[in-house]
């Protein structure tokens, strides 16, 4: 029937579309690879400086009860700080659009307190709150919270005038236009700054693990056992703890996107189409 035969060759489209989708990834990462194996030929690269992709996932087999110990550190800094970053850049953003007075005068120490680097700050966090997980988490919480509080007041400030007025006509009280219309508007532009924050969360928990991580039982987080084998000189293990990282990195932003795509997919269109 010539109507079957439409929804068969749509969906043939829609098949071939999506094996496209993949296959230019996977060739392209295939020709990496062989252009990694040529290199280490090529030049003779000792695998103490250069191992090839073989021996980083024999090192990553072998390391992975480690490895597994220390991308649950790392996520659970990485989750905390996250965490704590959204309810902290969610309440500030929403007391400075309640007082255009209090904004202008908390924005610039905000701004300054932005513009300082987290490298500066973690010596001093470690003063205050001591070495380990604290240290991580407070450093995930400054990356993470900036861009949550500057995307959520931008939502704020985004409501449509026309709403406003529309809500005053109809006699919303302020308790109203305030649950029904600016959270709904100020929700998007939040989300987009918790994505921003995910995909900064894993990198903010590596880097205080770098500058203020502390071992338990022999095992810290991925950050700290980067600098434990780069001290022993183990560079396939140094390699397979940051492809570690980087499949942690993968599942932290996935899941904030999932979450993002969850709450809007429905009724607005940034989320539509993803």
């Known amino acids: ?31 990496l690879i062989a252009l990694w194996y040529g290199l280490k030929h090529r030049l003779r690269l000792p695998s103490t400086v250069f191992p090839a992709p073989h021996e980083i996932l024999a090192a990553g087999w072998h390391e992975r009860g480690t490895l597994a110990r220390s991308a649950f550190i790392t996520l659970e800094a990485a989750a905390l700080g996250f965490l704590a970053s959204c309810a902290a850049g969610f309440c500030l953003a929403l007391i400075l659009s309640l007082s255009p007075r209090l904004r202008r005068t908390l924005q610039p120490y905000v701004l300054i307190f932005q513009m300082t ?54 006699g919303a009280n302020r308790r109203k236009e305030f649950f029904h219309l600016r959270i709904p508007a100020a929700l998007p532009y939040f989300l987009t700054g918790i994505r921003i924050a995910g995909s900064l969360a894993p990198i903010g928990a590596i880097t205080g693990e770098f500058l203020a991580g502390s071992a338990q039982d022999g095992v810290g987080g991925l950050g ?8 022993q000189l183990k560079t396939s293990e140094l390699f397979a703890a940051g492809l570690a990282a980087c499949l942690l990195g993968f599942m932290f932003v996935g899941l904030v996107h999932w979450l993002h795509w969850q709450l809007l997919h429905r009724w607005h269109p940034s989320a539509m189409k993803i």
């Open 1 to 31: 029937m010539p109507y079957l035969d439409v929804a068969f060759k749509s969906a043939e489209i829609t098949v071939m579309q999506r094996l496209k989708t993949w296959l230019w990834p996977v060739i392209a990462g295939w020709g």
């Open 117 to 170: 680097p987290v490298i500066i700050l973690v010596p001093v966090y470690v003063l205050w709150i001591g070495q380990g997980l604290a240290a991580i988490v407070a450093v995930t919480f400054t990356i993470c919270f900036f861009p949550i509080v500057a995307n959520t007041m931008l939502g704020f400030a985004s409501v449509d005038r026309g709403l406003v007025e529309l809500f005053a006509v109809c």
């Open 224 to 231: 700290f056992m980067t600098i434990v084998y780069f001290s």
